[in-house]
């Protein structure tokens, strides 16, 4: 019985330390604005402030299970009261944000038939690359994990 005991102990110390879902909060440069991305293998959950969990509304939901983890970046730009986030290929599955303050677009603009990420990298845009968690442009803004 005590070694049962131990053994769901165990199991239990070990699935608490593996988080399913990962967190970012990205910040314009004055920190007054703040976007929380959390997300896991099948879904995307972008919320216009700052919370350790999924809000029962005001929340963008997007379907990402179908994008490759090395193509999985979020491009995003701070603005009056508001922001702009790309994020390539994913589908929105539910949106309860405010989009005349808010905006999501699943493709980055096209200049001469390209994607362009040039204006993600001006001042408060920044631009994460998902596949290793790792920042690939912040001008003026601030990533916390």
């Given at each position: 019985m005590r070694k049962l005991l131990l053994f769901v102990f165990i199991i239990f110390i070990f699935s608490s330390c593996f988080k399913r879902e990962k967190?970012?909060?990205?910040?314009?440069?004055?920190?007054?604005?703040?976007?929380t991305i959390i997300w896991n293998k099948k879904f995307r959950y972008i919320i216009p402030e700052k919370c350790d969990k999924i809000p029962k509304?005001?929340?963008?939901?997007?379907d990402?299970?179908?994008?490759?983890l090395s193509d999985d970046y979020i491009y995003v730009c701070f603005?009056?009261?508001?922001?702009?986030?790309?994020?390539?290929?994913?589908?929105i599955a539910y949106s309860g944000i405010d989009t005349s303050q808010y905006k999501f677009e699943s493709d980055l603009p096209i200049i001469d038939k390209v994607p362009n990420q040039l204006k993600f990298t001006q001042h408060n845009c920044a631009i994460f690359g998902v596949k290793y968690m790792e920042v690939c442009?912040?001008?003026?803004?601030?990533?916390e994990f």
């Open positions: 967190v970012i909060y990205i910040y314009n440069d004055s920190k007054s604005e703040c976007v509304s005001k929340y963008l939901k997007l990402i299970s179908h994008i490759s603005h009056n009261k508001g922001w702009k986030l790309v994020n390539p290929s994913a589908i442009s912040q001008n003026g803004t601030n990533i």
